[in-house]
Each structure stands twice: as structure tokens, then as C-alpha cells.
């Protein structure tokens, strides 16, 4: 059975920092591009960065780009999101999410999904 364990939200001021994980088990981890979305109260589901099979490449959604960093592990099967000077908006239930397709940005291409884990940003 797959499972995607989020851990490491929390509270925290704005402009601080939070990381993220993603422990992944029942699949084969280097096989899958692997994605960080998040929803806010109210919103849809967005997309925030992925990473592909073999680390090499990433994308960002504009908003987080310069603040955020996502990063895998493969011998840890697991994944990561360093977030940097956070804002109040970015309060959000994030998930992680795994996809055997390249790199894609949209929440419909990814197989496997996370239970998400909360984060609080405090003005």
C-alpha cells in the first residue's frame, strides 16, 4: 500500500522558516516525479514545486520562487520543502503528492497523495 507522510508543520512568524517532509513508502520512490501543492482556507488546491525521478531538475510556482527549495532523498525515500521568509497568505494545508509522469504542475497528473500537514504563518 502507498503511503506519503507530511511532517514539520507548525506555526510560525512571517519572514520565518519551516521544512517540510515527505516520507514515502509501498512504491518505488526514483521511479516518481515527485510534487509539494498546498490549500488555503476557502481556495483550491495550488501547486507549489516539483522535482523530477532523478533530482536534476525543478519548478517552481512564481509565488515561491527564490523563497522555497525542494529537494529529494532517495535512499531516505523521502522528499523535502525548505521554506524561507514566509508570508501570512502562504497559511495553507500542504500536501505532497507522487506522479509517473515528468514534472507536470497540475494536481489531476499526480497519483498518490498525502494526508497534508498544516501550516500557520502569524502576522
Known amino acids: 500500500q502507498v503511503q506519503l507522510v507530511e511532517s514539520g508543520g507548525g506555526l510560525v512568524q512571517a519572514g520565518g522558516s519551516l521544512r517540510l517532509s515527505c516520507a514515502a513508502s509501498g512504491l518505488t520512490f526514483k521511479s516518481y516525479t515527485m510534487g509539494w501543492f498546498r490549500q488555503a482556507p476557502g481556495n483550491e488546491r495550488e501547486f507549489v514545486a516539483v522535482?523530477?525521478?532523478?533530482?536534476?531538475?525543478?519548478y517552481y510556482a512564481d509565488s515561491v520562487k527564490g523563497r522555497f527549495t525542494i529537494s529529494r532523498d532517495t535512499a531516505k525515500n523521502t522528499m523535502y520543502l525548505q521554506m524561507n521568509s514566509l508570508r501570512p497568505e502562504e497559511t495553507a494545508v500542504y500536501y505532497c503528492?507522487?506522479?509517473?509522469?515528468?514534472?507536470?504542475?497540475?494536481?489531476?497528473?499526480?497519483?498518490?497523495w498525502g494526508q497534508g500537514t498544516q501550516v500557520t504563518v502569524s502576522s
Open positions: 503528492a507522487a506522479s509517473y509522469l515528468s514534472m507536470p504542475s497540475q494536481e489531476y497528473a499526480y497519483t498518490y
Open positions: 522535482i523530477s525521478r532523478d533530482n536534476g531538475n525543478t
